[in-house]
């Protein structure tokens, strides 16, 4: 089993959707919870990220993590074609030591087309 | 610049011929990674610096891989007698610091293609 497990897709849906994006993962020692987004040909970029349990909203996007079922989700609301891009989750456990470079671990990415 | 820089964005390469790519990262982030991204994949880990050193070299995939960092900055990972597998996307990243909390800032990568 792979540490960090998401869907690859691709995910098409219309604009205007609500989007659902989703990691398990079997470490229990994570704490750090990031979505990073990866247009086409570009370096991922920092989108979100949550401590421990709960929910996180930004605008039309909202984080959401449950450690006990050791589930992530990322949920875009009113989805527009900017929104056409790879969705990759990544999770840290904190309390690793600072020379540690497996620090982030990251999902394969969803790669989500917005269609207009 | 503002963001990470990487030099070349694109190498073209015959099988067997050596590649250097290069990573300018966050002036003042001490943390520095590179990443592998092959077509459809997630990010492979490949080395850590922190500052000038590399505790963490342990995701370099063989020993024709090797990298280097001065300065606490600009930093070379170089592929000896490339192989057609190494054809990816190397991604560098840099942050304030390790211990795997914050923000990693990526470079949009150096995309090798080995013939």
């Known amino acids: 089993q792979k540490e960090v497990e998401q869907d690859p897709g691709p995910l098409s849906v219309p604009e205007g959707a609500i989007v659902s994006l989703n990691c398990t993962y079997s470490n229990s020692a994570f704490q750090y919870f990031m979505w990073y987004r990866q247009y086409s040909r570009k370096g991922p970029e920092l989108l979100m990220y949550t401590y421990s349990s709960g929910n996180k909203e930004d605008g039309r996007f909202t984080a959401q993590v449950d450690k006990s079922s050791k589930y992530i989700s990322l949920f875009i609301r009113d989805s527009q074609p900017s929104d056409s891009a790879t969705y990759l989750c990544a999770m840290s456990a904190l309390s690793v030591p600072d020379n540690y470079g497996q620090n982030f671990v990251f999902g394969p990415g969803t790669r989500l087309s917005v269609l207009p | 610049g503002a963001g990470v820089s990487q030099s070349p964005s694109n190498k073209v390469t015959e099988k067997g011929k050596d590649v250097e790519l290069r990573c300018d990262p966050i002036s003042g982030h001490t943390a520095l990674y590179w990443y592998r991204q092959r077509l459809g994949q997630g990010l492979e880990f490949l080395i850590y610096f922190q500052g000038n050193s590399a505790p963490d070299k342990s995701g370099l995939p063989s020993d024709r891989f090797s990298a280097e960092r001065t300065g606490e900055s600009v930093s070379t990972l170089t592929i000896q007698r490339t192989q057609q597998e190494d054809s990816a996307v190397y991604l560098c990243?840099?942050?304030?610091?390790?211990?795997?909390?914050?923000?990693?800032?990526f470079g949009e990568g150096s995309r090798l293609t080995v013939l």
């Open positions: 990243a840099s942050s304030l610091s390790g211990g795997g909390f914050g923000e990693l800032f």
